[in-house]
């Protein structure tokens, strides 16, 4: 079953801008994963972020961590149109992974 | 929502053996879906994309010898590992991809995989 809740459901920006997408989740985890996936391909990880970490950056990606809100965020900075994906949130409990239903961005040129 | 399961949950064999799990989509069809491979403490990495009628496309480093695909309906992906050891041991993920525009994808739940 899926935890985590990607907010919003699709995102449609201009090449340049700043994309955030939210993943909030129900139970305590050990750590939480974005994904990327292009359209019929499979995932790609982008950046794990631990319990006891707030931010973490990876390039143009930045995430945060706010566990008393149960909440993350990922932000995709300066945007390019090969941006366009699905990116997923997925929190981890010893190994027992649950995926959200994915943010579906488009980033036009 | 869409369910994709998986089956076993866990599996604990010896070494040489051969282990076999299956992912379902339950209540749609997946003509493609993937299969993904967890080490504890990393993330999920994807091995190999599966679909209904072709043979499967393996991600580099991955044995195709190894790890045997078979994607025989729209509702069943199976992975064998082939002559089991204890590096194999892990936890292994499928998805599958609903409808044609390949947007909508669901997860299974996993099998824990030890080998000893």
């Known amino acids: 079953s899926q935890q985590g809740e990607e907010d919003p459901q699709a995102l449609s920006i201009q090449e340049g801008e700043n994309a955030t997408m939210n993943c909030s989740y129900k139970?305590?985890?050990?750590?939480l994963q974005w994904y990327r996936q292009n359209s019929g391909r499979g995932l790609v990880h982008l950046i794990l972020?631990?319990?006891?970490?707030r931010e973490k950056h990876s390039g143009r990606l930045r995430v945060t961590l706010d566990t008393s809100k149960k909440s993350s965020s990922l932000l995709i900075t300066a945007s390019r149109a090969a941006d366009t994906a699905s990116y997923f949130c997925?929190?981890?409990?010893?190994?027992?992974?649950?995926f959200g239903a994915g943010t579906r961005l488009t980033v036009k040129p | 929502g869409a369910v994709v399961s998986q089956h076993p949950s866990w599996v604990i064999c010896k070494s040489g053996t051969s282990v076999k799990i299956e992912c379902r989509s339950l209540?749609?069809?997946?003509?493609?879906m993937f299969w993904y491979r967890q080490f504890p403490k990393q993330s999920l990495m994807l091995m190999a994309t599966s679909n209904e009628g072709s043979k499967a496309t393996y991600e580099q480093g991955v044995e195709k010898d190894k790890f045997l695909i078979n994607h025989a309906s729209l509702t069943l992906s199976t992975l064998t590992v082939t002559s089991a050891h204890p590096e194999d041991s892990s936890f292994y993920i499928c998805?599958?991809?609903?409808?044609?525009?390949?947007?909508?994808?669901?997860f299974g739940p996993g099998t824990r995989l030890t080998v000893l």
């Open positions: 998805s599958a991809v609903s409808g044609t525009s390949g947007r909508e994808q669901f």
């Open positions: 972020i631990r319990s006891n970490e």
């Open positions: 139970t305590s985890i050990n750590n």
């Open positions: 209540d749609f069809q997946a003509t493609t």
């Open positions: 997925a929190t981890d409990l010893s190994n027992d992974m649950r």
